[in-house]
């Protein structure tokens, strides 16, 4: 994979080049190489330049690439995630390096890729809801507005405390085409109930002659509905509260 690392690692100074943005030297702490990718650390006042222009740079240079690679090769298929915060310096290290990090890895980014696959794309894009508000949200990517950007919730499977807002790009793919996607992502556990205090005298922590209700869902049964084929723009149901996906007879 020497020749494929080799050639990402081409692509992205290129992209920074053309972005107006100055990459870091290898030798710089400021560049991470994590193997199959790398983590660049930049001036907060480059965040907006980031994602406009750089990931409408970096999508035409991945769909460049795969037009012009050998058949032997492998398409390149990106993760992005961009967020803005604290570092110390020299070493450049802080919790926001850890929170780049769980946000490219989020299941939401997985699934947003695995998204674009399916629509011949390369790139999708994770930006934390700090860096969106400083760009995104301030008016300063003229051609990534906010209507191109699928806020959720970006969580990772083995770290349940993990659960920031982000905001996903797919290029060519608008945030309705996108949320279908998101929406097969099971749920996290909910936490378990208290259990409810009926009772009342020595011990109790309620007032006296008082009764503590249990509280139950106002939903009853819910109906199942069966799918044995793909669904395209099929009206199901005008509104649905609860989901559960059950995938056992896959």
Do not use: W
Request: with cysteine.
């Amino acid at each position: 994979m020497a020749s494929v690392r080799s050639d990402l690692d081409l692509v992205l100074t290129t992209v920074l080049v053309q972005s107006g943005l100055k990459p870091p030297r290898a030798d710089d702490p400021a560049f991470k190489d994590t193997g199959d990718g790398a983590i660049f650390v930049l001036p907060a006042g480059d965040v907006a330049l980031l994602v406009d222009p750089l990931l409408g740079h970096l999508h035409s240079a991945l769909t460049r690439y795969d037009r012009e690679r050998l058949a032997a090769s492998p398409p390149l298929r990106l993760r992005v995630a961009i967020h803005v915060g604290p570092l110390s310096q020299p070493d450049h290290r802080g919790d926001a390096i850890n929170d780049v990090c769980r946000l490219l890895n989020s299941t939401a980014l997985r699934t947003a890729l695995s998204a674009a696959r399916e629509h011949d794309g390369f790139l999708a894009a994770a930006v934390s809801d700090a860096a969106f508000r400083r760009t995104v949200g301030a008016g300063r990517t003229p051609e990534l507005p906010e209507n191109q950007f699928l806020a959720t919730t970006a969580r990772i499977q083995d770290k349940p405390d993990f659960a920031e807002p982000c905001h996903l790009y797919v290029p060519r793919l608008v945030p309705q085409l996108l949320a279908p996607y998101l929406s097969t992502i099971p749920s996290p556990p909910a936490a378990p109930a208290a259990d409810p205090i009926t009772t009342s005298g020595p011990g109790s922590t309620q007032p006296s002659g008082s009764v503590a209700a249990p509280v139950h869902a106002a939903h009853g049964p819910a109906p199942a509905f069966q799918f044995n084929g793909e669904m395209h723009d099929t009206t199901v149901a005008q509104d649905i509260q609860y989901l559960r996906i059950d995938r056992r007879g896959r």
